[in-house]
Structure formats: C-alpha cells, structure tokens
C-alpha cells in the first residue's frame, strides 16, 4: 500500500489567488482521508474531482478558522448528496460543539453518523485504524492547542512469487507463505517462504506538522518517515515574526527534517507577503536536500 | 444616489464550478454593504477587488450554511488586515453565538468592533440607516426563520443649475435652493428655487428576498422597487420540489415582480441540476418582461 496525497491549500491564514487555506487530502487505496480543511476545500475537492464519500475520516489540527473553516460546509454537502457511510472526525476540544452549534441552528440533520472523537494528548497516541492505515497523533508547538498527525500503511504479507511456486500447494496454505511462513505438503515436502516470496513491502509513513514553532519536542514522534510536511511560514528574514506567533521558518523546517532523518520533506503554509515560495525552498535547502515546496494543486508520491 | 450590486455566487446550497454560493456586495457612494456571505465569500470579494475594509454592515438572510459559512472566515481577515472600523451584523438569533462560539475557539479577539443585531420582526422594520442608505428588514418563508431586506438610498437635494445662477448669493443661502426654498437676498430680490434648480433624484430601491416560497404575504414590503431579487431555485419540471422545499420557482419569481409591479427583478440560486439558467430565463419571462438571469460577477446598476 502506498500513500498519495493532493495538496489543496498552501496559504496561511490570508489566502491569495493562488493558494487556498490549508486542506490535504490523502489517499490509500480509494479511500480519503482530510487533514485540515480551510474555508473553500468543498470547492477545491471539485476542482480536483476527489469525491466527497470517498473522505472515511477527517483530522483537524487546531481552532483556528484557517484549519477547519471548510468542514461544516463539507459535512453538508455530503449530507445533501445523501452520503450514508459513517464519518469519523477528529479535533481538538471546542470542534464537535462549533459543528453541532452551526448543525442546530439550520434545524436540519445529517443524513449519516459522524463519529466526534476529542484530541487530548500529550505524546503520541494512536486513534485510528481502518483496512488502510492507522493514525498516531501528537502535540505540536503553536499559540492554541494545536495536533500533528502521522499516518502509516497497514503491514502487508509477503509476496508470492507466482513463476516458482509449486503447483500443488492447496490455496489455503499458499496464505501462510505470505505470512512467511514455510508450507508442509502431505507428502511431507517442505515449500520454504523463502524461497517462493519476497518480502513485504515496507509501510509507508506520512507526518503532518501544523501549526507549529520549530519543536524538539515533535522529534521522536517523526523519526525517519518518508514523508514529513511542516509548515514553514516565513523566510529567515521574519524569524522573529515566526518565533512570536509560534510559526516556523523554512529553514526551521529544513533543520528538523534534518534532524529527523526524514526521506522527504515538504513545506507550505506560506505568509501571503510572498508572492512566491523560491526563497522558502533555497532556506530550507540549506539544512535539508529533498524538499519540495508545495503550491495548490500538487500530487505528492509517499 | 444610486446604487450598484456585485453578484458574487448564484448557486443554491449545492455550489458547483462556476457558481459559488450566495453573496451579494451592494455599493453606495464608495461603501458596502454585505448581504448574506456563503462559504469563499472573501475568495469572491478578492476575484472582484472589493476592499473587505468598505464594508460597512453585513445583512444575513437566515443560518443554512450557504448564506452565512464565509462570514466567520471574512470577519477573521478583516482583523488580520488591521481593520478599525465599528462593522454591523444583522442576522437572525443564533448567528452572534456562532460566530462568538468560533472566536472564542481561536482565543483570539478581533481589531473592531462588532454591532451584532438580532433579527426579530413580523413586519417590515427599519434596522439601519447611515450616510449613505436606510435599510428596512421583513420576514420571508423559508424552512426556517429567514428574512428579506430593502434597501433605500437617502433622499437628495433639489440640484442647483450653476449656469443660471446669479453669482451675488451667499454660499450659505444657496442651501436653501437644495432644500427647494426661494433665497431673498438682502437687496428683496427673490431667487425662485424652482428656476436655478432641477428636482431632486428619485431614491433608488433594492429589494433582496431569499430564501422563500412564493408568498403574497411579502408584496406590500416589495410594492414598486427598482430591483428585486428573488430567489428562484427550480424550474416549473420541480414545482413541487419548490414547494416541500420552500423555494421558488423562476415562474413564482417573474409573477410576483409583476405583482409587485417593481422595475427590473433579477433571479438567482439556481439548484445545481441545472447546467445554464436559460430555462429559469424563458419561464419567468412569461410572467415579467424586465429580468436578468444572474451569474456570478454580474454587475447590476440599480
């Protein structure tokens, strides 16, 4: 199982014309899942054809409107077309009354269950499993409660290898190869996993940090992912605008994928004062190679 | 004084590529005035160059998501951007709470003052009036609570004909022309303010009605406008849609303005089954001649 994700929002909190607030949208197999979800990332899932019913779950980091503005919005347009799958829905404090609220007042219902689950944690916590991936949650670093999430594939078996495999083995065995685990036929023969499989593919791994301060803290919580987004708000030349609102700088970002071996680091959340992100990426390139900086509408490969 | 209006969305709950949904900017003298704020609002307002710091008061027709969304959103960049100025809400009960629900959830404060007023009336009532417009509120029938506005720019002088008059009055008693009163100069020659001046211009009127079932009971507050809006939800294939719905259909919309026997009605909120608005056009033109089918970016001279 790979992951991939669309970017749909690469603005901080005032977007532009070119970029929308933030909203990711992450996929395993046919299944979405929605971190963040700024003002305007209904409009921006139609604009890149990502079905609505196809969203099994949504993270939000923090309260603040840039992050989760779009959601109620979403939630009723999925409602409107009749979606019936379950949703699940994760957040800090504050987020299920804001839905409920805005729920009560246009005396209406959903046509599906939404499953609230509150964030309150103080390290790394798994909250979420389905047939994809599972999702760890940590605390990240800014002015209000704020969350990182970290999304990993499901372990897969081990592959056969089709060209050798004896046609003999009852299917029923042939599982427990992919397991890795030798097959004894009745005979007595011995089919060694080894020999007939390559091994399981690795899970892929995808951390999600924003908003946040350049934090040591969120290190051992992203160790070694193929995947690290931080947010990287401002260049060097605001660094102290970054410190005071609890933002980082491209560089920052750089450093920490640095520090935390990452494979691959990717940056947004840019101050509407850039008009573009170059100087972003050449900061952060100075602490950390493999960088992309995001702009909307890019497919990223995990 | 006249008045101009920016069409910025014209889709109905369910917005689609090209219609966003429902907001309108209407402009008097250099202000404007917000009415209802759907989700991307502020995108919109960007699209169009309208500055967010000349808007002056914001009239929210009723809380289902597609009219009000963008508002928490918009309020939030008007502080980004430093704004100063007091702004006036006007809603109905339940909106001052979501929005407070949403600030408090940011532990954030904004750099303005907001003059929350709550909608309550049975008939038509007059809620606001600054330099520029009054503007009088009344109940429509929706699902809900919802409720129409009328809006009235003040009325003018009479206006001098510089050409014919005599240069020897003072500046001060050349008011009294503009008030339509005859000037005695000192000397006892009388100045017939009816031969130095032209009668004052009519006031323009806008009438904005969404959402709402066709209902007589809204004429008297709509009688002669120059332009109405009404929403016009469905074609007549969906006649009994508009009615368990309570929206209207474009025929409902042309029968009342010509019932109401207003100037120029224009139509919006176009369900999203529908691909153009031509149909919604032909129909109501049945019933009133003087319609425009609305699309985002209309500029509409009132």
Sequence with gaps: LSLSLKILGTSSATFT?????????????????LIDCG?????????????????DAVFISHL?????????????SMSLKGREKRLSIFGPKGLQEIITIQLQASQSCFSYQIDFQEINV?????????KNIKVEVFPVYHRIECYGYKFTTLPEGYKIIKSTLPKNIPLIKIKNLTKGKDVILDDGTVIPYQKHTTPPPAVATYAYCADTRYALEILPYIQGVDTLYHEATFTEEFANRAETTFHATASQAGLIAHQAQVKQLIIGHYSARYKTNEVHLQEAKVEFDNIIALNDGDLIQI
Tied chains: 1, 2.
Excluded: C, M, P, V
């Design 122 to 130: 103080d390290t790394i916590t798994q909250i979420y499993q389905d």
């Design 17 to 33: 014309k070119e970029r929308n607030q933030t909203a990711q949208a992450l996929k395993s197999n046919s299944s979405y899942y």
């Design 64 to 76: 603040h409107g840039d992050h989760y503005l779009g959601l109620f919005g979403l939630l009723s």
């Design 39 to 55: 003002e305007g990332t209904q409009i921006q899932l139609k604009k890149y054809s990502i079905k609505t019913n196809k969203i």
